[in-house]
């Protein structure tokens, strides 16, 4: 089964800072990894997708990089706002299963 | 991407009770999922619903305790059953039209169990 960390469990950050989340995982046949935001008390919102052909995608002040042979992939934020404060999820298939496994999260919180 | 409609998005039952959670997407998707996040925790997937035949549970879920149905490419429930005060968490539904899709996922049901 996928296992996925994500590191740091919490961050606060100044506002206008550049910042990168991390998180690995143990199964490198990888089909998709996808990036989520959730807010306090809300459902998911999806930030990036990367699928298995790909190394990065970007939307905006989004970069995600994926590198499948060390089994990590970073989620690079620019010019962080307050507006970004919440809980950054990292998940990921495999090969062997069509699920996404999800790591813990990682909190952020951007002080104005 | 698929768009779901969850409901009910939270509720109050009690201890004994069973609730059953809806999950409506706006376009055929092959692959369905229903995933717990107990407070202050991340997401646990429960089971995969498959169309027509018997959900595939992950370990720790039987199907006794979350029995789930999906009869066509749309729609799928998921029952939380003989509720204790454990069972008390977000329940969400997530949908992926095909493999190289991404996941789209409900807006989530908030179950406290009294």
């Known amino acids: 089964k996928q296992e996925v960390t994500q590191i740091p469990a919490a961050l606060s950050v100044p506002e206008g800072e550049n910042l990168v989340l991390n998180c690995s995982f143990t199964d490198s046949a990888i089909y998709n990894l996808q990036w989520f935001r959730q807010d306090p008390g809300k459902g998911l919102t999806s930030l990036l997708l990367?699928?298995?052909?790909?190394r990065e995608q970007t939307s905006g002040r989004l970069n995600a990089s994926l590198d499948k042979s060390s089994g990590r992939s970073t989620l690079y934020i620019a010019a962080s706002q307050p507006g970004d404060s919440a809980t950054y999820l990292c998940a990921a298939d495999s090969n062997s299963g069509y699920a996404l496994n999800f790591g813990k999260g990682t909190s952020l919180l951007v002080t104005p | 991407s698929a768009v779901i409609s969850q409901k009910p998005s939270r509720d109050i039952c009690q201890r004994g009770t069973s609730l059953t959670i809806q999950c409506q997407v706006d376009s055929q998707v092959t692959m369905m999922f229903w995933y717990r996040q107990q407070p202050g925790q991340s997401l646990t997937l429960i089971a995969t619903a498959n169309q027509g035949s018997e959900a595939t549970y992950e370990s720790g879920f039987v199907i006794d305790k979350f029995p789930i149905s999906r009869p066509n490419l749309t729609f799928s429930t998921l029952t939380v059953s003989n509720m204790s005060p454990e069972d008390s968490s977000i329940y969400l539904c997530?949908?992926?039209?095909?493999?190289?899709?991404?996941?789209?996922f409900g807006s989530g049901t908030r179950l406290t169990v009294v």
């Open positions: 990367i699928q298995s052909s790909q």
């Open positions: 997530s949908a992926r039209q095909a493999r190289n899709y991404g996941y789209t």
